[in-house]
């Protein structure tokens, strides 16, 4: 087992997925298991499928040179386990377990475990110079471990940001995201003024709300709203888009962060025009929202005690059927307790004479 899986076990925490490396070269692999993918076999990585468990099993290998600050080229496959140790980013993502329980720890991981702190394998500015994922990838391991940067690590990261402008949206997004999902999400700020956002933002300030205490489906738009409301974004929109996220989260995220600019409290208002889940989103700690959603009281056309139907019945027409349904919507968001069928029928009488006149 090598990289994440060994430094989760180190840690007591339960990893997420479990890689192995191995100095057989891919098609040994596929010779060996019955049922394997063949995932990424420039890379060396083969997916063995085995008493119901999918496993990736990559070879050994160097990096070969990198285009752009990006992934590398080209791989040479090695039987050394140590030269695949030494091409990982951080000393406690460059361990590898052995069959007997044996730890492999070239470059001092489980010394940075114990300081808890994340260190890059050999030369900072010459690894971020390699791949510039990985200043994100520091801020993220940081914020999911509760680690600190080694300071000439974090260094090697203000003085190589800059590179971070080629990097994909796709990765970015990835770990922004994984920022935002951890025990420190506040964290994506120092992303902010390091300028590994750089690409994605202009300059901008002002407040900054906290985004930990808030349940991770809020983090997202909270930041935007800041973002945009520091002029940091032209809008949230424009921003999700840039990250190619899915159509769905940039429809999600920008509605709530929206709701956030405008300031307003009025809760069965900002149910009624943009849903349960966009104010859920933007206020997840509201208790009064939470009163208002519990208790049944009135916030869309749905919820009235009366129809669209029943009003046709009493006389209405067309687009009249639809603005008396407003009316009484906005009737029974301030008066909840006159939700009643009977109520309404007067409700609605009072509000037609003017056309039958
Ligand atoms: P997580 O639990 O968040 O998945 P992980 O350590 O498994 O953490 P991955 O991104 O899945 O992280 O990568 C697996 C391993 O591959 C890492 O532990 C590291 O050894 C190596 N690795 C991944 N990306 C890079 C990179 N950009 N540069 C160097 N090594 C990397
Ligand atoms: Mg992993």
Request: aromatic residues 6%.
């Amino acid at each position: 087992m090598a990289g994440g899986c060994v430094r989760d076990t180190l840690m007591g925490r339960r990893p997420a997925d479990y890689d192995i490396a191995t100095s057989a070269p891919p098609d040994e692999v596929r010779r060996l298991f019955g049922r394997t993918v063949p995932t990424g076999l420039r890379h060396g990585t083969v997916t063995v499928l085995y008493a119901g468990h999918a496993c990736e099993v990559t070879t050994y290998r160097i990096d070969g040179s990198y285009d752009n600050c990006r992934r590398p080229h080209q791989v040479t496959f090695t039987g050394d386990i140590l030269l695949d140790l030494a091409r990982r980013d951080f000393t406690v993502n460059a361990m590898a377990m052995d069959l007997g329980g044996g730890i492999i720890d070239p470059f001092g991981g489980r010394g940075d475990i114990d300081r808890r702190l994340i260190r890059c394998v050999g030369e900072p500015r010459e690894r971020f110079s390699e791949d510039a994922l990985r200043m994100l990838r520091a801020l993220r391991f940081a914020a999911k471990l509760g680690f600190a940067i080694d300071p000439p690590t974090l260094g090697a990261m203000r003085a190589c940001a800059p590179l971070a402008a080629k990097l994909s949206a796709e990765r970015v997004a990835a770990e922004l995201s994984g920022i935002l999902a951890s025990p420190r999400p506040d964290t994506v700020w120092q992303a902010v003024d390091m300028g590994l956002m750089a690409r994605f933002l202009r300059p901008g300030a002002g407040p900054r709300h906290a985004l930990a205490p808030l349940p991770h489906y809020a983090r997202l738009p909270r930041l935007c709203a800041d973002l945009e409301a520091g002029g940091y974004i032209m809008s949230t929109e424009s921003f999700l888009r840039g990250l190619r996220l899915p159509a769905r989260a940039i429809s999600s995220g920008s509605t709530a962060a929206e709701i956030l600019l405008s300031g307003s409290r009025d809760y069965k208002r900002l149910l009624h025009s943009y849903g349960r889940d966009a104010v859920l989103a933007a206020y997840p700690k509201s208790r009064e929202l939470r009163r208002i959603l519990r208790s049944g009281e009135c916030w869309s056309r749905e919820q009235l005690k009366i129809s669209g139907a029943e009003l046709r019945a009493a006389g209405f027409e067309g687009a009249g059927i639809r603005d008396a349904l407003e009316a009484l919507l906005r009737h029974v968001m301030e008066r909840p307790e006159d939700n009643e069928h009977e109520i309404l029928c007067k409700l609605a009488k009072e509000l037609k004479p003017n056309d039958r006149a």
